[in-house]
């Protein structure tokens, strides 16, 4: 994430948060992570000489910190390099020409804990810093979600404070996308965890839109929500030859990446365009400073997708059957005709 880094809702979560005071969290939790972090490096440090990594035509240079982790290096470098090249993949390039990924270790901890990234840093274009813990194992990185997420956050343009829902939502709707495309998340897994958490993206009594509603539900599911109800919409309208995928590569390929700062107009325009429909301009006029509920359980059944004794069921019948199976199949060499 961009600022603040949490995937689960819990009820403690759900305080409405003005612009001023997710500025001031981003500032706070920034300080805190530091305060955290660095008082737990012994003497014996993981500094090392920075490791270059190529995606294509962007340099990524991976630079550690903290203590020596269990599982080798080169070990994390590689697996940071496989959840790049998925990005570049479904971008159909890395979004940067060269950024830092700063992994700090941090001691007697286990797992990937949290991670964010600022456009313009160091002299980088893009920088993310995660925190993994000195016993993660390698199924455990594997497994997380973190790094995929913060690296789609390269992808977009730095957005007004009103709008950051929309950095949250594409990163959070994105990411388990982008490895199921790569063949590092199976499809039943996607949908799993949409269905397990699309709801908590729904607008509650109290809501003015996603411009003007910063709980942290409506950040990240309900700009997740936007971004899924936006690709069904492109593919339903495309006959399912566009989706938001070929808007947000657009964007990328307009040069609007995080190390940019873009008015949403900027944002939508550029996807649209991509897509030939207004749907981005559509959904975000009614969306924005307007309470927009979904229905979530007639969309699931639309697109074929059903929990059974806690597994995921699909329904290759339902009507949006095929948009299902598009979102999260690999991309093929692209020979459509441009809208």
Known sequence: MRRLQQRHLCSTCREQLTPQYVKAARIISSCLLTLLIVPAYPARSSNTSPTSVQIGAAELQ?????????????CIVAKIGKAARAVAAYYGKFPVSFARILIVVAA???????????GNKDGFPAVTRVVIGQHTTSHEFDTNWIVTHELVHMALASL????????????????PIVRSQAGLLGPERVWSDMLGGMWHGEPEAFD???DRTHTWGRTYWGGALFCLVADVAIRRQTNNTYGLQDGLRAI????GTIDKAWPLARVIDAGDKATGTSVLQDLYSRWSDTPVRVDLSLLWKQLGV????GHIVFDDAAPLSGIRVEITAPRQQDTRHKP
Do not use: C, M, N
């Open 62 to 74: 991976i630079d550690f910190a903290g203590v020596e982790p269990d599982i080798p290096k080169a």
């Open 108 to 118: 007697g901890e286990h797992g990937v804990l949290r991670g964010t990234t600022w």
């Open 160 to 175: 007004p404070d009103s709008q950051h829902w929309l950095e949250e939502g594409i990163a959070t709707y994105v990411e």
């Open 208 to 210: 003015r839109g996603l």
């Open 252 to 255: 990328v390929a307009a040069g």
């Open 306 to 309: 059903f929990e059974e004794d």
